[in-house]
């Protein structure tokens, strides 16, 4: 689906397909503008709109398909794909702008009675070829990689992310990053 298809969702759609608020992947698209419109500059245009690009690698984050699947289906090559990624990430991440807060916000933000859940979940991969012990984990049977999210529980908000090989156990990756705990704070 293109943007022009998407736009009229409703947004709880909207972030169902996307995986972001229509307001975010409005700014999103602002700050994309200038780097990713191609109108009336020499040299390759995209034939997709700059909320379409966007698109295109929100679909890849979200569905995690293979950028040859997504390249056929959008019309594009599959080194372009890879090339609009690329760039799309890194212009997302220098501007600052859609990154988690961080564990300084635990400190920040340490009302009284404020709740936080730590929780850790493990995703299969792929077995390497070399060093399998440390990924493999004995719960799960099998090679993963472990996540830890800390989520304010009133809001919702992801804090901050760590992560580590399957064979580590959750709380000593919660020790490992040290995220910062202060007393007026339920964990």
Not at 1 to 19: D, I, N, V, W
Not at 127 to 145: E, I
Not at 151 to 159: F, K, R, S
Request: contains cysteine; proline residues 5%; hydrophobic residues 35%.
């Amino acid at each position: 689906m293109t943007y022009e298809q998407l736009k009229h969702l409703k947004p709880s759609a909207f972030k169902r397909r996307c995986g972001v608020q229509p307001e975010t992947f409005e700014r999103m698209a602002v700050l994309l503008r200038p780097d990713l419109d191609r109108s009336g500059k020499r040299g390759g245009q995209c034939k997709l709109s700059v909320e379409d690009q966007l698109l295109v690698v929100l679909e890849y984050w979200r569905e995690y398909r293979t950028q040859f699947h997504i390249a056929t289906s959008w019309g594009l090559s599959e080194s372009a794909v890879c090339r609009l990624i690329s760039k799309v990430e890194t212009l997302l991440m220098n501007s600052g702008k859609f990154r988690l807060p961080g564990k300084k916000q635990l400190y920040q933000n340490a009302g009284a009675g404020e709740v936080l859940a730590v929780d850790v979940t493990e995703s299969p991969i792929e077995r390497p070829k070399k060093k399998q012990r440390a990924d493999y984990s004995g719960k799960k049977k099998q090679p993963t990689l472990k996540a830890q999210v800390v989520v304010n529980q009133a809001t919702g908000h992801i804090i901050c992310t760590a992560f580590g090989k399957g064979r580590v156990h959750d709380f000593r990756l919660f020790k490992r990053y040290q995220i910062p705990m202060l007393p007026e704070q339920l964990c």
